[in-house]
């Protein structure tokens, strides 16, 4: 029997005959036909009325969001609008002009001199709008501030220590200031920050403030669960808040998977987008982190084109390695934690693009081929040691049973 693993444009078949495989797992929803985008049209077009400008918020290139189909359904209405696109990326890079043409989709050409694309350093770019209940400033990017009718398209799956992404997350961290990002993500240390969880988590509940505090403005918004091919499973538009609710819901019944126990080895494969770097791929590890017992092997399958990931986070880990204590919080810290936490738990190995040699910077084997990397955690752990492979974890949640 032959297993494929496709991590982008890595991609390997392997023969697992002889492996005591206890499950394959992928996301693999039905594409719904139960949207109506002449109904999402007609939404847009009674939400602005008698005004012509619109900004419209999208997702960068680290999510899959489907966000040019969506775009091309509502351009009946959009072609007779003053546009501006605003690019969310949070502290990520720049979308790269391959990026940008996938998320705009066909109307890249008509749309490309209105795309703006938010950088969350550029103070001069940024307003202070308000402040948060713990006391914190919002910084928000100032196309924001001064637009009257807002756009959010978005979508929704589990995150790590938000709960989930969509909705809400696309004004923070989404289109906030560096500063305001970094105390919201402050509290990914507590232990009430955790997937799958919104109530009681201080992440999400201060993300979803953001809307508190743009209550003057009139925001519309259009989200979708989707894999990572852009095919929709649900989509809805609305009030930001109901939307994105009504998705959790929906993201909880495909995101979701039951295992009857922990297992010695599990093989965890990241689809794009998440797979360009291993500070997104780390995602897919806390995922499904529950699922290997204790001394056990996590194998990361990702392609890693672009590295490690961001410098900062490399250098705390480091640091933190090197027994240093951090006092105050900094963009990167959470991360590194949570690595090292689950470097105690499991021994993790990477199989990637990467040459081996770097992936020693965080602590971690690394291997050229999966079949390679099986073979050393099966000689750690036993031949007939049982494994399960995990596909499209960046996205997929297992729930153990009775737990």
Known sequence: ???????????????????????????????????????????????????KKLLIIVNDGFRSTPTGYLLNELVSILIELDVEILVATGTHRAPTTSELKKILGVLYPFLLNSVHIHNCNKKEELVEVGKFSDGTSYWVNRLVWEAKKILVITSVEPHYFAGFTGGRKSFLPGVAGRETIQANHSYALTPQAKILCLKGNPVAENME??????????????????????R?????????????????????????FTLPHKYPIVVVNVCPPLNKDFYQSH?????????????????????????????????????????????????????????????KMAKIIAVSNLKEDLWERVGIKGFTGIREALNFALEKKGKDAEIIFINNAEVLVPVLKNV
């Open 1 to 51: 029997m032959e297993l494929k693993l496709i991590s982008g444009h890595r991609k390997e078949v392997i023969d697992i005959s002889d492996l005591k495989v206890a499950g394959v797992f992928r996301f693999s929803p039905p594409v719904s036909p139960s949207f109506s985008p002449y109904k999402w049209q007609k939404k847009l077009k009674e939400f602005m009325g008698e005004e």
């Open 209 to 230: 403030e953001t809307i508190d505090l743009l209550k003057e403005k009139d925001i519309l918004s259009l989200q979708c669960i989707n894999d990572e091919e852009g």
């Open 232 to 256: 929709i499973y649900f989509a809805d538009m609305g009030d930001i808040k109901d939307v994105f609710y009504r998705c959790v819901e929906k993201a909880k019944e495909v995101f979701t």
């Open 283 to 343: 995602k897919a590890l806390e995922n499904v982190k529950d699922t290997v017992v204790d001394g056990g092997i996590m194998i990361l399958h990702s392609a890693c084109e672009e590295g490690l990931g961001q410098e900062d986070f490399l250098q705390i880990y480091d640091k933190i390695k090197d027994g240093e204590v951090f006092r105050e919080y900094s963009l990167g810290l959470h991360k590194a934690i949570c690595l090292q936490k689950l470097q």
